[in-house]
């Protein structure tokens, strides 16, 4: 039952069907009853993943894939029903390989992605160096658990198989397919990698990374470090595609999570408050979605960061209150380890609780860029300049078109600005920063204060009345509300810096 309902159209099959394929040698009743009873059974081993009602049976969508080889599909199952026997012969008799998609675990509705054996040219056919490479690339992609990848060995199945990108998808179960190809000359190493869609085959990223072969698993360690802090953006990105071409009301918790994501990382009022609204609807589908509900409280933790909030202690108390509460369901997920952190460190007074989520991430993924900036500008708020610069480097390697770029800009300029003795190399950071992300508003307030040290008031009231033109509510009262209770710097000669620049009190 099964194999047979996985196989189906949307893996869905009508009830009359079942009983007719499985039990055809029994009459209609006792047909009916012992679907029922196999339902049952069926039912106890994979839970709510499997549905019915009067008319249907379905699942779940899938993840996991059994392959079947060379006519082996079912082998040794016997079922002495005729119908049953049709089905399985004309079954065994289509291409070998081909894939029969189980129940994905409740809730586990994240794409699939299967990395492909990567081709190396001009190398023996017993050379291992690439198939080395592609198995830490997969371990590193593993970790991300933004997705789901399926096992090494699922994928290399089809290994010189001449298939086509949807076939090797389709008989994977992927919805996305990681290939490259690897060339060694003397001491270098070149790969080539690209990010396919399972679909259609289309190139959604594609790179190059060139190397220096000196230590073998050290090389392969930086190869798979590269490439999976610059594919799981872009799968991100295609998701966030995928799920915006739904209709809203149509759309998965998990789906209205994923469109809220652009929305907040673009650092503007109308785009936070719409991704929380977003948010909102994600958890009023699943009360209980982590992923959703860490990342609202972020939402939160920004209203004030950035100066949006119309009561900030109401907006930190609300942030706290979300991330603690996924803090305490939270397993080894890390974008919502992320956004919880990303919370504590704006909203709580608690430094240590932000650090010890973001060493947890990086202990399960160390290729999270997410982190490594959050761990960036925490570093930055307690003054460690040369560790908070070593953060953003390493996440501008890891993810050098992040959509969070403007945060690696900004933490490196605040490191600069605010901790040097002469803050103008910093203050051109910023001033660059606001060139090349247009709208952000809130680096303002750095220009002003920034300027007051060097004595051009003129050019920090400049940058006050910028600041107080996008955003009339601020004061001074409000942002010692508002600003990452954390951050040391913000101390009374930051805030007298702000007054003499025009900010009221």
Not at 113 to 126: I, K, N, Q, Y
Not at 153 to 168: M, N, T
Not at 298 to 314: F, G, K, L
């Amino acid at each position: 039952m099964l194999a047979y309902i996985a196989l189906q159209p949307g893996m869905r099959a009508e009830r009359s069907a079942l009983a007719d394929l499985l039990w055809s040698d029994r009459s209609e009743e006792q047909a009916r009853a012992s679907l029922r009873q196999e339902l049952s059974q069926l039912r106890k081993v994979l839970g709510e993943t499997v549905h019915a009602d009067r008319q249907a049976v379905w699942l779940d969508e899938a993840a996991v894939t059994v392959r079947r080889d060379n006519g082996s599909f079912l082998q040794g199952f016997d079922l002495p029903s005729e119908a049953f026997e049709d089905w399985l012969r004309q079954e065994r008799a289509l291409d070998p390989q081909q894939h029969l998609r189980l129940p994905r675990p409740k809730g586990a509705d994240r794409a699939t992605l299967a990395v492909l054996a990567f081709d190396e040219l001009g190398a023996p056919d017993a050379d291992m160096f690439a198939d080395g490479v592609v198995e830490e690339i997969t371990g590193a992609l593993s970790r991300s658990r933004d997705f789901d990848v399926i096992a090494r060995q699922s994928a290399y199945a089809l290994r010189g198989e001449p298939l086509s990108v949807c076939e090797i998808a389709e008989r994977l179960g992927a919805d996305y397919l990681l290939q490259g190809t690897l060339r060694r000359a003397a001491d270098r190493v070149r790969i080539a990698t690209q990010l396919v869609r399972g679909t259609d085959g289309h190139v959604l990223w594609s790179e190059r990374f060139d190397d220096r072969i000196d230590d073998l698993f050290d090389l392969q360690d930086r190869i798979a470090a590269q490439v999976a802090g610059q594919v799981s953006p872009s799968l991100r990105a295609a998701e966030i595609n995928r799920a915006g071409q739904t209709a809203p009301g149509d759309r998965t918790a998990y789906e209205l999570m994923l469109t809220a994501y652009p929305l907040f990382w673009s650092l503007r009022r109308e785009g936070n408050a719409q991704a929380g609204q977003l948010l909102d609807s994600s958890l009023e589908r699943d009360p209980e979605y982590l992923p959703a509900l860490a990342l609202r409280a972020w939402v939160h933790a920004h209203q004030n960061t950035y100066m949006w909030s119309t009561d900030p202690a109401a907006e930190r108390a609300r942030a706290l209150d979300l991330a603690t509460r996924a803090a305490e369901q939270a397993t080894d997920h890390p974008p919502t380890l992320v956004a919880i952190a990303g919370a504590y460190s704006q909203a709580s007074d608690d430094i240590q609780l932000a650090r010890t989520f973001l060493d947890r991430i990086l202990g399960i993924d160390p290729n999270n860029a997410w982190a490594w900036i959050r761990l960036g500008w925490l570093r930055q708020y307690i003054g460690d300049v040369s560790g908070a610069l070593e953060a953003f480097d390493r996440a501008e390697r890891l993810s050098p078109l992040d959509p969070f770029m403007h945060q690696i800009t900004f933490g490196r300029a605040a490191a600069h600005y605010r901790w040097a003795d002469d803050p103008t190399e910093g203050l051109a950071m910023i001033e660059e920063g606001l060139r090349r992300h247009p709208g952000v508003v809130w680096p303002w307030r750095m220009v002003a204060a920034g300027n007051v040290r060097l004595g051009r008031i003129d050019v920090a009231q400049a940058a006050a009345a910028r600041l107080l033109d996008q955003l009339p509510h601020v004061t001074i009262g409000y942002l010692k509300a508002c600003l990452p209770p954390v951050a040391v710097h913000f101390d009374d000669d930051y805030f007298q810096h702000l007054l003499i620049a025009g900010i009221p009190n």
